[in-house]
Nanobody, 123 residues
């Protein structure tokens, strides 16, 4: 049984920062990746960042690279997405997901999804 719960979204002015959290209830012998995806109204879900749980290897979409940082706290079973220098185009519902294809950028390669948290960046 796997549950993922995102939190930390909200309204922020352009140039500001938010830190998203994803609390995971997951036990597995296998290594896995935690990914962050986002979906704006009328647009398809897109990859933002991912991290392998054991090694901590990371991958970022070009659109967020240098501004967003993904991390994880293994003891707390929690992943984070630190978002700095936010832009209005970052406005979306952000979802965390767990998959067993390491650092995949494709949503269909993730098996479990959280409920999403809204991030709104005003100009």
């Amino acid at each position: 049984q796997v549950q993922l719960v995102e939190s930390g979204g909200g309204l922020v002015q352009a140039g500001g920062s938010l830190r998203l959290s994803c609390a995971a209830s997951l036990r597995t012998f296998r290594n896995y990746a935690m990914g962050w995806f986002r979906q704006a109204p009328g647009k398809e879900r897109e990859f933002a960042a991912s991290i392998t749980w054991n090694e901590g290897n990371t991958l970022y979409a070009d659109s967020v690279k240098g501004r967003f940082t993904i991390s994880r706290d293994n003891a707390k079973n929690t992943a984070y997405l630190q978002m700095n220098s936010l832009k209005p185009e970052d406005t979306a519902v952000y979802y965390c997901a767990v998959g067993f294809t390491a650092l995949s950028t494709y949503s269909f390669e993730y098996d479990y999804w959280g409920q999403g948290t809204q991030v709104t960046v005003s100009s």
